[in-house]
């Protein structure tokens, strides 16, 4: 185990760390995330877009850290509320508001609406201290149901429901939602490539003397972005 590459995710969401835990489990890394550190400083999510969002997250915690850093930022777009609440997902109602708070104000601002359309969207930041980054996109479509059902999941899973599986998020088991949800798909994308992504990681990393190469990766590269 000592001599795997250590990822970090770089989130105390205890859901979002279980959603990516499980769905890189099989890989031959070291996952720890934000609660596996002591006091690191707060990074404030002010951008306009989930992408920039995901960069700033995953740079700074790996800066921080000096562990390549893996960050997701994702948010509820509802095309009633001219995609509200998007990069605001979180802090919809208010910094102190709870998953539940939030998915009231979403009922309530969509009462009467007959437009029900949603998406989950999500960017996952993979960034090494040095500033590089690479980017994973997922998006998955649904309706905003009339009333919370189901108790799996967080945020604003009891609202968001999938028409191909008659469900909602909530509804679903951990492993279900994962095979449709928007950041389940941006991982896919990046399981897909995870052999080229070590590559990349340990070439941009200095120091990092201890990555094994997977056999047959050794000349795959991946473009800086
Ligand atoms: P952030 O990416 O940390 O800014 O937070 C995203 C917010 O969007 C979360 O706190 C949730 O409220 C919401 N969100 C993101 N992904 C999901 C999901 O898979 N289910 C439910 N809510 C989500």
């Given at each position: 185990?000592?001599?795997?590459?250590?990822?970090?995710?770089?989130?105390?969401?205890?859901?979002?760390?279980?959603?990516?835990?499980?769905?890189?489990?099989?890989?031959?890394?070291?996952?720890?995330?934000?609660?596996?550190?002591?006091?690191?400083?707060?990074?404030?999510?002010?951008?306009?877009?989930?992408?920039?969002?995901?960069y700033?997250?995953?740079?700074?915690?790996?800066?921080?850290?000096?562990?390549?850093?893996?960050?997701?930022?994702?948010?509820?777009?509802?095309?009633?509320?001219?995609?509200?609440?998007?990069?605001?997902?979180?802090?919809?109602?208010?910094?102190?508001?709870?998953?539940?708070?939030?998915?009231?104000?979403?009922?309530?601002?969509?009462?009467?609406?007959?437009?029900?359309?949603?998406?989950?969207?999500?960017?996952?930041s993979i960034a090494?201290?040095?500033?590089h980054a690479l980017t994973?996109?997922?998006?998955?479509?649904?309706?905003?149901?009339?009333?919370?059902?189901?108790?799996?999941?967080?945020?604003?899973?009891?609202?968001?429901?999938?028409?191909?599986?008659?469900?909602?998020?909530?509804?679903?088991?951990?492993?279900?939602?994962?095979?449709?949800?928007?950041?389940?798909?941006?991982?896919?994308?990046?399981?897909?490539?995870?052999?080229?992504?070590?590559?990349w990681?340990?070439?941009?990393?200095?120091?990092?003397?201890?990555?094994?190469?997977?056999?047959?990766?050794?000349?795959?590269?991946i473009e800086i972005l």
């Amino acid at each position: 185990m000592d001599n795997l590459t250590t990822l970090v995710i770089a989130t105390r969401n205890s859901g979002k760390i279980a959603e990516i835990e499980d769905l890189l489990k099989n890989f031959p890394i070291k996952i720890k995330n934000l609660k596996d550190f002591g006091q690191i400083p707060q990074i404030e999510e002010d951008g306009d877009t989930f992408d920039e969002n995901a960069y700033k997250k995953a740079s700074f915690a790996s800066r921080v850290l000096g562990f390549p850093a893996l960050a997701d930022d994702s948010g509820l777009v509802v095309e009633a509320l001219s995609g509200a609440p998007g990069v605001l997902s979180a802090r919809y109602g208010g910094e102190k508001s709870t998953d539940g708070d939030r998915c009231e104000k979403l009922l309530c601002e969509m009462k009467g609406k007959a437009n029900r359309k949603a998406a989950f969207e999500c960017v996952i930041s993979i960034a090494v201290p040095t500033g590089h980054a690479l980017t994973y996109e997922g998006r998955c479509e649904g309706l905003i149901a009339e009333k919370p059902s189901g108790i799996n999941g967080f945020g604003y899973d009891p609202v968001f429901y999938y028409p191909p599986l008659n469900k909602t998020f909530a509804e679903m088991s951990m492993e279900e939602k994962s095979l449709v949800s928007h950041r389940g798909r941006a991982l896919c994308e990046l399981k897909s490539e995870f052999s080229k992504v070590m590559i990349w990681i340990s070439r941009n990393m200095p120091g990092l003397d201890k990555f094994k190469v997977i056999p047959g990766c050794e000349k795959t590269d991946i473009e800086i972005l």
